[in-house]
């Protein structure tokens, strides 16, 4: 029991970290209807210049460095590309961010090389020990960030002058440009947000117990790729919810993985694609996503 | 205002396809005697198609003018190029220009024509669904600073006190009526010089359809001008004090709303007197013809293969 409680509070943590990636998903998606591949190589982006500033400013400027950095390497590739490759559909748009994300994180793997890079946070290598349950001091961190974080956007989505027009362009982007609306400001924002999203979930991406940033931590932010989806990739509730999921049963998955040995090695990786699979298969639009109104 | 011939409704030969100028060529003010909107030898293309071909049409300031004709006439690629939203359909001004107060607008961002003070009620109201009555009329005062949205939203829940009591509902909930006073409402956050509206009256029952067409007359007497692209066009005549209509992408007739309404051709086309009595459309009933219509102007027309958006 003590097991199954810690690997659950473990995958709500990880979950709450995929959560962050995936409301950055869901945000560009939301405000341009463009399904960003790019966003891994953000998070690389911010992950990156954390772990190189924290040994010359100090662990918490580096945090913000990063998290800045991110933020502008997203509204530079919505400004420079996406805004200006002028293709008619969303989907040669997805594309394009597939060609700027493996730009991005080949040039950054070449960066990192074999290194791993450690992110030099406060938190080290402490524990928590709560009755029978013992959890990283990170994941608690992760857990609480991540969900003020989620909660800040929320309320920010629906109560602040741009939360309104971040949903007025998701619904009708017509519409809100006849309002005043300007569409460009909306778009570049929902990068910039993503993009500062994903370099917090790096920073939790890349402490203990994971031992620091390398060459695979995109393949880590791709996780909350089937987060987004699942939850419904227009739902920011959804994010949250797909997180969770996809969190908790990987976490799940490799913890029981010796009695789940007829599965084969990985299966905690590959997990969150079958759920997400199985998701679809009942509900085409997610758990939360708008269902498509048919136009006629 | 009523009655006068703006500057803006000579015949199309002006402007054709042959002598279209590059618009940068032209000046960047208008004619600033009207101070109202402008529209100057105007032609609209969706890739290939034409869809407008010489369009002259003006709204003075603070008046009301209404733009008929059937579907695909053109009606309301007219308002998209004024509104700077023809790019979400992939259509472009190929010639002519668009200005309001004397600045030009066309190839203007929608966002900043609405700050230059024209604002749109599109077509099938087309409300934020998902959002609140609140949050759609927030959403249409986005373009303006805070002070004046504030002044704007006393105005328009005095306008439409429904849109008070259904603050906290969904917008997507309300009837068909009360989403049009919403897209009006919603509209006039922004605190419009020009309000464009299209088809207001839209598949609305005749008494909402009258509120509506009353509601236009009182925000026109709080100074705002208004083009109202229209297929009731017995409503719009009796609103506006000057009126064009679309045939095809070309102005076919204008002139004073009142010459129009009473004349042989448009009550035959438009407002189907001559049909049977029973198929009338509603509030058609314009009283006994006169012929003393001399004042309308009939453009000659190049023939032009019919639009469908």
């Given at each position: 029991?003590?097991?199954?409680?810690?690997?659950?509070?473990?995958?709500i943590?990880?979950?709450?970290?995929?959560?962050?990636?995936?409301?950055?998903?869901?945000?560009?998606?939301?405000?341009?209807?463009?399904?960003?591949?790019?966003?891994?190589?953000?998070?690389?982006?911010?992950?990156?210049v954390?772990?190189?500033?924290?040994?010359?400013?100090?662990?918490?400027?580096?945090?913000?460095?990063?998290i800045a950095?991110?933020?502008?390497?997203?509204?530079?590739?919505?400004?420079?590309?996406?805004?200006?490759?002028?293709?008619?559909?969303?989907?040669?748009?997805?594309?394009?961010?597939?060609?700027?994300?493996?730009?991005?994180?080949?040039?950054l793997?070449?960066?990192?090389?074999?290194?791993?890079?450690?992110?030099?946070?406060?938190?080290?290598?402490?524990?928590?020990?709560?009755?029978?349950?013992?959890?990283?001091?990170?994941?608690?961190?992760?857990?609480?960030?991540?969900?003020?974080?989620?909660?800040?956007?929320?309320?920010?989505?629906k109560?602040?002058?741009?939360?309104?027009?971040?949903?007025?362009?998701?619904?009708?982007?017509?519409?809100?440009?006849?309002?005043?609306?300007?569409?460009?400001?909306?778009?570049?924002?929902?990068?910039a947000?993503?993009?500062?999203?994903?370099?917090?979930a790096?920073?939790?991406?890349?402490?203990?117990?994971?031992?620091?940033?390398?060459?695979?931590?995109?393949?880590?932010?791709?996780?909350?790729?089937?987060?987004?989806?699942l939850?419904?990739?227009?739902?920011?509730?959804?994010?949250?919810?797909?997180?969770?999921?996809?969190?908790?049963?990987?976490?799940?998955?490799?913890?029981?993985?010796?009695?789940?040995?007829?599965?084969?090695?990985?299966?905690?990786?590959a997990?969150?694609?079958?759920?997400?699979?199985?998701?679809?298969?009942?509900?085409?639009?997610?758990?939360f996503?708008?269902?498509?109104?048919?136009?006629? | 205002?009523?009655?006068?011939?703006?500057?803006?409704t000579?015949g199309?030969?002006?402007?054709?396809?042959?002598?279209a100028?590059?618009r940068?060529?032209?000046p960047?003010?208008?004619?600033?005697?009207?101070g109202?909107?402008?529209?100057?030898?105007l032609?609209?293309?969706?890739?290939?198609?034409?869809?407008?071909?010489?369009?002259?049409?003006?709204?003075?300031?603070?008046?009301?003018?209404?733009?008929?004709?059937?579907?695909?006439?053109?009606?309301?690629?007219?308002?998209?190029?004024?509104?700077?939203?023809?790019?979400?359909?992939?259509?472009?001004?190929?010639?002519?220009?668009?200005?309001?107060?004397?600045?030009?607008?066309?190839?203007?961002?929608?966002?900043?024509?609405?700050?230059?003070?024209?604002?749109?009620?599109?077509?099938?109201?087309?409300?934020?669904?998902?959002?609140?009555?609140?949050?759609?009329?927030?959403?249409?005062?986005?373009?303006?600073?805070?002070?004046?949205?504030?002044?704007?939203?006393?105005?328009?829940?005095?306008?439409?006190?429904?849109?008070?009591?259904?603050?906290?509902?969904?917008?997507?909930?309300?009837?068909?009526?009360?989403?049009?006073?919403?897209?009006?409402?919603?509209?006039?956050?922004?605190?419009?010089?020009?309000?464009?509206?299209d088809?207001?009256?839209l598949?609305?029952?005749?008494?909402?359809?009258?509120?509506?067409?009353?509601?236009?007359?009182?925000?026109?007497?709080?100074?705002?001008?208004?083009?109202?692209?229209e297929?009731?066009a017995?409503?719009?005549?009796?609103?506006?004090?000057?009126?064009?209509?679309?045939?095809?992408?070309?102005?076919?007739?204008?002139?004073?709303?009142?010459?129009?309404?009473?004349?042989?051709?448009?009550?035959?086309?438009?407002?189907?007197?001559?049909?049977?009595?029973?198929?009338?459309?509603?509030?058609?009933?314009?009283?006994?013809?006169?012929?003393?219509?001399?004042?309308?102007?009939?453009?000659?027309?190049?023939?032009?293969?019919r639009?469908?958006?």
């Amino acid at each position: 029991m003590a097991v199954f409680l810690e690997l659950l509070v473990n995958g709500i943590s990880v979950g709450a970290v995929y959560a962050l990636i995936a409301l950055g998903f869901v945000v560009i998606f939301k405000a341009t209807e463009v399904v960003n591949f790019t966003h891994a190589s953000l998070l690389l982006a911010g992950g990156y210049v954390i772990a190189r500033l924290h040994p010359l400013i100090g662990f918490w400027a580096a945090l913000a460095a990063g998290i800045a950095a991110a933020a502008l390497v997203g509204a530079l590739v919505e400004f420079l590309i996406l805004r200006r490759a002028h293709v008619g559909s969303r989907g040669v748009l997805a594309i394009v961010t597939i060609g700027v994300d493996i730009l991005l994180t080949t040039e950054l793997t070449r960066q990192i090389g074999t290194e791993v890079l450690a992110l030099g946070d406060p938190w080290g290598d402490r524990v928590l020990r709560l009755g029978p349950v013992t959890v990283a001091e990170t994941r608690v961190v992760a857990l609480a960030v991540a969900a003020a974080l989620i909660v800040a956007f929320l309320l920010a989505f629906k109560f602040t002058g741009w939360g309104v027009a971040m949903r007025a362009t998701a619904e009708d982007a017509e519409t809100a440009a006849l309002m005043g609306v300007r569409l460009g400001r909306v778009s570049l924002s929902a990068w910039a947000v993503a993009g500062a999203l994903a370099a917090v979930a790096a920073m939790f991406l890349c402490v203990f117990p994971t031992p620091g940033l390398d060459r695979g931590t995109t393949a880590a932010a791709m996780k909350a790729f089937p987060a987004a989806i699942l939850g419904g990739l227009d739902s920011t509730t959804g994010a949250l919810a797909g997180g969770l999921i996809v969190g908790v049963t990987e976490t799940l998955m490799s913890g029981y993985q010796s009695e789940l040995a007829f599965l084969g090695r990985g299966i905690g990786d590959a997990a969150p694609f079958l759920v997400m699979i199985v998701i679809l298969l009942l509900r085409p639009s997610g758990l939360f996503g708008t269902k498509e109104p048919a136009r006629v | 205002m009523s009655g006068e011939a703006g500057p803006g409704t000579s015949g199309p030969e002006i402007d054709g396809p042959e002598t279209a100028a590059p618009r940068t060529g032209n000046p960047r003010t208008a004619d600033p005697k009207s101070g109202g909107l402008e529209i100057r030898g105007l032609e609209v293309r969706y890739g290939p198609v034409r869809a407008l071909r010489g369009v002259h049409l003006a709204v003075p300031r603070g008046a009301v003018a209404a733009v008929l004709g059937a579907n695909g006439a053109g009606k309301t690629t007219l308002l998209r190029a004024v509104s700077g939203t023809l790019r979400f359909h992939r259509g472009a001004i190929t010639s002519g220009t668009v200005a309001f107060g004397g600045l030009r607008i066309d190839g203007v961002a929608a966002a900043a024509v609405v700050r230059r003070g024209v604002v749109q009620v599109p077509e099938g109201r087309r409300v934020f669904a998902r959002m609140t009555v609140a949050e759609n009329l927030r959403a249409g005062a986005l373009g303006v600073p805070g002070r004046r949205a504030a002044a704007a939203r006393e105005r328009v829940l005095e306008l439409f006190p429904v849109l008070a009591e259904r603050a906290h509902q969904r917008a997507g909930l309300l009837s068909g009526g009360e989403q049009q006073m919403l897209a009006i409402g919603r509209a006039l956050m922004a605190g419009p010089s020009l309000l464009l509206l299209d088809e207001p009256t839209l598949g609305l029952a005749p008494l909402m359809a009258a509120r509506i067409a009353d509601t236009v007359r009182q925000i026109n007497a709080q100074g705002t001008s208004v083009l109202l692209v229209e297929q009731n066009a017995a409503m719009a005549l009796a609103l506006a004090e000057r009126a064009y209509v679309l045939e095809v992408g070309e102005v076919a007739l204008s002139g004073p709303a009142a010459d129009l309404a009473a004349s042989d051709e448009v009550r035959r086309r438009y407002l189907g007197v001559g049909m049977p009595e029973t198929d009338r459309p509603v509030g058609t009933d314009l009283g006994p013809g006169h012929e003393g219509h001399e004042r309308l102007e009939r453009h000659e027309r190049t023939r032009l293969a019919r639009w469908t958006a």
